[in-house]
């Protein structure tokens, strides 16, 4: 198959946006004061894990393939599906995380948790996130909440479903992602240690007492 060079080039400087392109993901925030400033870092840095970790695990595997692989239907349907999967993992991992650590260590005593959350989705399906994929993931957020300790929460692998997400739903074949596995969930780990190191530093100087 012969290449357009002109669509390679133009998919190339455009492959940052691909998951998410509607808007950046990443906001110069310099601290957290209000639940607005809350939710917009829970959305934008979820966004940006699963961009990242979904596209840099996928283009790893594909290697030179990826930019003819991108413009076939079927490929980039499945990365659609998976996006928004891993998405709404990684938004329900990171609400719960983010209410946790401010319980546990910053006396808050209103938990908006499931508002946030929910703010987000909806927010999403004007961004293309499917109605069935949004009510199930409001449904299954529900249903946790009821279920967490809010108080060890952050401290126990809290990202933990955001990663099995990544590792079930990215469009790679079964047999390789055997392989794969411990590599894959280190990876978003690692970008969420950078998350929980930046809500740290945003969130210093609030305190709840």
Excluded: C
Aim: charged content about 25%.
């Amino acid at each position: 198959m012969r290449l357009n060079f002109k669509t390679i080039i133009d998919t190339l400087k455009t492959i940052g946006e691909y998951l998410f392109p509607v808007k950046k993901v990443i906001n110069k925030f310099t601290s957290i004061n209000s639940k607005e400033d809350l939710q917009k870092f829970v959305q934008e840095r979820s966004a940006h894990v699963t961009q990242t970790t979904l596209y840099g695990y996928v283009k790893t595997r594909i290697g030179t393939r990826y930019t003819a692989m991108i413009q076939d239907e079927k490929f980039s349907e499945s990365i659609n599906i998976a996006k928004w999967n891993i998405y709404v993992a990684s938004i329900s991992d990171l609400t719960l995380y983010v209410f946790s650590y401010l319980i546990d260590q910053k006396n808050l005593k209103e938990n908006e948790a499931e508002e946030v959350f929910n703010n987000i989705i909806n927010l999403e399906t004007k961004n293309g996130l499917d109605e069935s994929i949004s009510s199930q993931a409001k449904n299954e957020f529900s249903s946790r909440i009821k279920t967490i300790n809010w108080d060890k929460f952050h401290l126990d692998r809290p990202f933990h479903n955001s990663g099995l997400a990544l590792y079930r739903w990215a469009p790679i074949a079964d047999d390789l992602k055997v392989l794969d596995k411990e590599i894959v969930l280190n990876s978003i780990k690692l970008k969420w240690n950078i998350v929980e190191n930046e809500f740290k530093e945003f969130t210093k100087n609030l305190n709840f007492n």
